[in-house]
């Protein structure tokens, strides 16, 4: 194969009187590296001496990256990179040192310099192993500290296969009409050994069956099948066939042997997920079976089950009897415990027993008897919280339940609580009570009150409201003016108690405070004359509805 034309120097001067070694890159003097260094290190800085123009500072792939090529084989088109300056010009002269994985190989060398347009070039020939390649190119940089490298990638293709080769899966043991453990194996390499893609091998069993029948090996040239013996004891054997490749075919040997005992089998697993308590969804039902797998017909064989892993206890009957055809058929089985998984066990006498697959129980639905709340006195006008935790009956907390819980009151208030989830079981139930007095409030579970339902709150009135508060003038004497305040909070309910400032204006006279009587009501007599009277009367500074009032 000629060499890549232009790319590596000659040594022997030319006709244009060129020197017989490449021109190399000019480099920094010593001095002034190791000036620009201790400058660096006394500003305390990392910084790189960066090339300046001429220099090379980058090195790029250019062409002949991403080949595609049968292994052994040169590629067709040369590795080619270019070593540029920081201003984009390619630079002459650089030493460019290619590296291959190993088997691969470099012409004319794997050490070229750059020509006149900053390129150079090598061929390179794939090693007989298949598979990824990459061939890095390193040029020499002026800053020693800096790194040039480009780097190209290409797949090495396999040849025609030429060899089958018996991969795994010979000389085992398994039980009859059943699958055995491994699954037999194949390979189909070219003549370097690697894997081929695309062979079909033919599967053939002596009896039972092998599956699939046909298959294509993978890109790693392997083909696997299945193989599931037959119902007779002792060796069986099993080809595979590829035709016009050496070592084809290829004979597997498996040893069938018969079960031990008859044995249970579960024909339907219990439900997947279950709820903490609750009957699974899918029963499951067993099948009495003889030593070769084949349904034993044999009635009153008494089954039980209890868990195997996982902890708990089963709710329901744990114990049922085959029918005439041999069937176990569970119809209310539960587990008992806290959220986790758990598998069954199946035995009976003489049988060899069965193992459900994992089970994940998950929490149980809220109960009265394990959740709580909490019930606090309340404020007319001020919604009432009631906090309420949900547990179900093994303790463990539920989420998502805020529709099995029912909130009503009844008493001064009448109605339905909303409730909301907290999370982590914590749920909080909310209202707003309007009249003042007793309210009793039922927490529900499921339909189930909870210890201590009804809840007694004592609803007190509100603030003090102006817009509700009243008054009432009546003449006494005929000279004397009796007024007599009722305060009320904004819902209109008596407060009942003392402590506001009430006060009364006559004929927009001075403010004069109304007698507290401790219960919610001011009152006072004034001297009024025998003429009209203008009153207003204001509670904490704000004037009552109707004020002013004529009199």
């Known amino acids: 194969m000629p060499p890549p034309t232009g790319y590596r120097r000659s040594t022997a001067t030319d006709s244009r009187s060129r020197t017989t070694e490449p021109r190399r890159p000019r480099l920094r003097s010593a001095a002034v590296v190791c000036l620009t260094l201790l400058a660096l290190q006394a500003c305390g800085g990392d910084d790189l001496v960066l090339p300046s123009a001429g220099e090379p500072s980058l090195i790029e792939a250019i062409d002949g990256n991403g080949q595609i090529d049968t292994v052994g084989r040169a590629l067709p088109e040369s590795l080619v990179v270019k070593v540029t300056d920081p201003e984009g010009r390619g630079v002459e002269g650089v030493e ?25 070039a090598i061929h390179y020939t794939l090693p007989t192993a298949s598979g990824q390649q990459t061939i890095e190119a390193h040029a020499t ?8 490298t480009a780097t190209f990638s290409a797949i090495a293709e396999p040849e025609q296969a030429v060899k089958l080769l018996l991969l795994s899966g010979d000389k085992q043991e398994g039980e009859l009409q059943a699958a055995l453990p491994e699954s037999l194996a194949v390979r189909a390499v070219d003549r370097f050994g690697n894997g081929v893609a695309g062979v079909n091998v033919s599967w053939s069993a002596s009896d039972g069956s092998v599956s699939p029948e046909v298959v294509a090996t993978a890109a790693d040239g392997r083909a696997a099948a299945q193989r599931t013996l037959g119902s007779k004891p002792g060796v069986s054997r099993t080809s595979a066939d590829a035709p016009g490749l050496e070592g084809s075919p290829i004979s597997f040997e498996a ?6 005992s008859p ?14 308590g609750i009957a699974f969804e899918r029963q499951p039902v067993v099948q009495l079976q003889d030593a070769v797998g084949m349904p034993l017909a044999q009635a009153d064989v008494p089954v039980t089950v209890q868990i195997a892993e996982g902890g708990g206890s089963l709710d329901g009957g744990t114990t049922v009897r085959s029918d005439d055809q041999g069937r176990v058929a569970f119809t209310d089985l539960a587990i008992r415990g806290r959220p986790g998984e758990r598998t069954l066990l199946f035995a009976a006498a003489d049988f060899t027993p069965a193992t459900s697959d994992d089970i994940a129980v998950r929490v149980g639905p809220a109960a009265a008897g394990q959740s709580s709340a909490s019930v606090e006195n309340g404020t007319a006008g001020t919604a009432t919280t009631i ?9 463990t907390a539920v989420v998502d339940g805020a529709d099995q819980v029912r909130v009503t009151v009844e008493g001064a208030n009448q109605g339905t609580a909303s ?18 007095g007793t309210d009793q409030i039922t927490v529900e579970v499921n339909g189930t009150p909870l210890s201590g339902s009804p809840f007694s ?18 003449r006494q004497a005929i000279f004397f003016l009796v007024i007599d305040v009722t305060v009320r909070d904004a819902q209109g309910n008596l407060v009942r108690r003392g402590g506001d400032n009430v006060q009364v204006e006559l004929n927009g006279g001075p403010r004069v405070n109304l007698t507290d009587n401790d219960d919610g009501t001011y009152s006072d007599s004034f001297g009024a004359g025998l003429g009209p009277v203008t009153a207003v009367v204001l509670l904490n500074g704000v004037p009552i509805s109707g004020s002013p009032f004529g009199i």
């Open 141 to 148: 940089p002026v800053v020693p500290s800096s790194s040039l």
């Open 387 to 395: 906090p309420i935790r949900l547990e179900d009956e093994f303790g």
């Open 96 to 120: 460019v040192v290619f590296v291959a994985p190993a088997g691969g190989a470099l012409a004319p060398n794997d050490t070229v310099f750059t020509g006149p347009d900053g390129r150079a």
């Open 263 to 276: 044995q249970l089998v579960l024909v339907t697993q219990p439900s997947g997920t279950a709820r903490a």
């Open 457 to 474: 709150s004592e609803v007190v009135p509100g603030p003090s409201s102006p817009a509700t508060t009243t008054a009432f003038f009546a």
């Open 419 to 436: 409730v909301s989830e907290r999370g982590d079981g914590s749920y909080s139930a909310s209202y707003t009570p309007v009249i003042a």
């Open 255 to 260: 040893t069938g042997i018969a079960p031990p």
